[in-house]
């Protein structure tokens, strides 16, 4: 796999999915170093009580993923060595019967329950992911595997706001594969009447939104279990390792077709946002976007746009400069900046404003 390829980012399924969708190579997001944690502190400590920093024991693995049933498959399938904890967390998963279906392995109902109602991302170690492995600082136990939302969360994007926009309608196509391959795998596996119609037919979520004594005491609901694996009851290792074989070998042009209509759609929503993702060019008129100032010295200003754990440094004259931008041509303004302030601004400066959102293009214009 080439590191310039489009998969050199992402699982290798989803990779090869994704070389056939895309036409050329994805950016890689540097900035957002999983090994290196960027929104660690500095000094490896970390500052009980403040929001500005990850807990070096959680990063951003704040969050239990919803795997579908082939991937459940190819995390078990797979020998590597490196994720063998990931491996054995699964199997412990599955035996326990907790939140494990046919279409995959859901999210602890009380876990999400405290993810939804609190503010410890990053930071809570009751929330951290179960396949978050301590060696080596921290790593995804399952990470060949992760979901589409593990995939494409980045803290940082090499070109802000475009760069975010581009992963989340990723990560918004990618999930609506994972549910339908599941529910494809789920069809074509021969469970029985009785268990589909638990699984697709409202039973088995009528409690939604309410947890049950079993939930909250680390038990399996009994609804869950009392016929939902159908004739695969009792093999429901093999199940997943079996979802996995049937979507491994798929191309891009069957899962889209599984997919129908609405993957379709949101390909083509990806597609546009990859080539805006690519076009540098500059908007012809600008004016000053929304945007927070932390910390202002003699030699920077600290700012935050498109998103708060992405602050940027900048220059203090360029507080100076922005107000320029009133919606004449981007040109007629870096003309006037230099005239009246003696301020020769490069358009990859301005770029990077536009970018992380310091700048945008005027209402009429968007």
């Known amino acids: 796999m080439s590191v310039d390829s489009p998969s050199a980012s992402l699982p290798p399924l989803y990779g090869r999915w994704v070389d056939a969708l895309l036409t050329a190579p994805v950016p890689a997001e540097t ?5 290196d944690c960027a929104m660690c502190a500095p000094d490896g400590q970390f500052p009980h009580g403040s929001a500005a920093y990850f807990s070096p024991r959680v990063k951003c693995c704040s969050y239990q993923p919803r795997l579908a049933n082939f991937l459940v498959g190819g995390a078990l399938e797979s020998r590597d060595f490196a994720f063998s904890a990931g491996r054995e967390v ?4 599955i035996a326990s019967e907790i939140g494990v279906t046919p279409l995959g392995l859901e999210q602890s109902a009380p876990l999400s329950v405290l993810y939804e109602s ?10 951290r992911c179960p396949y978050y492995v301590d060696e080596a600082g921290g790593r995804c136990g399952i990470w060949q595997h992760r979901n589409a939302v593990c995939t494409t969360w980045f803290c940082k994007h090499e070109r802000g706001g475009v760069g975010l ?11 609506a594969v994972e549910a339908s391959l599941a529910t494809w795998c789920v069809l074509e596996s021969d469970l029985g009447p009785e268990a589909i119609d638990l699984l697709f037919g409202g039973r088995a979520g009528s409690g939604k939104g309410r947890l049950t004594a079993e939930e909250l005491d680390g038990h399996p609901s009994p609804l869950m279990n009392s016929g939902i694996w159908g004739t695969w009851r009792g093999r429901e290792r093999e199940f997943f390792l079996e979802c996995s074989r049937r979507v491994s070998g798929l191309e891009w042009e069957a899962v889209e077709r599984i997919g129908g209509a609405a993957v379709g759609a949101l390909a083509r929503v990806t597609q546009t946002a990859f080539e805006r993702l690519r076009n540098a060019d500059l908007p012809e008129r600008l004016i000053p976007g929304k945007f927070n100032i932390l910390a202002i010295t003699p030699e920077a200003v600290r700012v935050v746009g498109y998103r708060d754990s992405d602050p940027l440094d900048l220059d203090p004259a360029i507080l100076e400069i922005l107000p320029h931008f009133d919606g004449r041509t981007t040109l007629d303004v870096l003309g006037t900046i230099q005239q009246n302030l003696g301020i020769r601004v ?21």
């Open 165 to 175: 926009a581009f992963w989340d309608r990723l990560r918004i196509l990618l999930t």
């Open 346 to 366: 490069e358009e990859d400066l301005v770029r990077r404003l536009v970018d992380f959102e310091m700048l945008t293009p005027p209402p009429s214009a968007t």
């Open 118 to 127: 609190s503010s410890g991302f990053g930071r809570a170690e009751t929330l």
């Open 31 to 35: 900035h957002a170093t999983c090994d």
């Open 90 to 93: 699964l199997e412990r998963r």
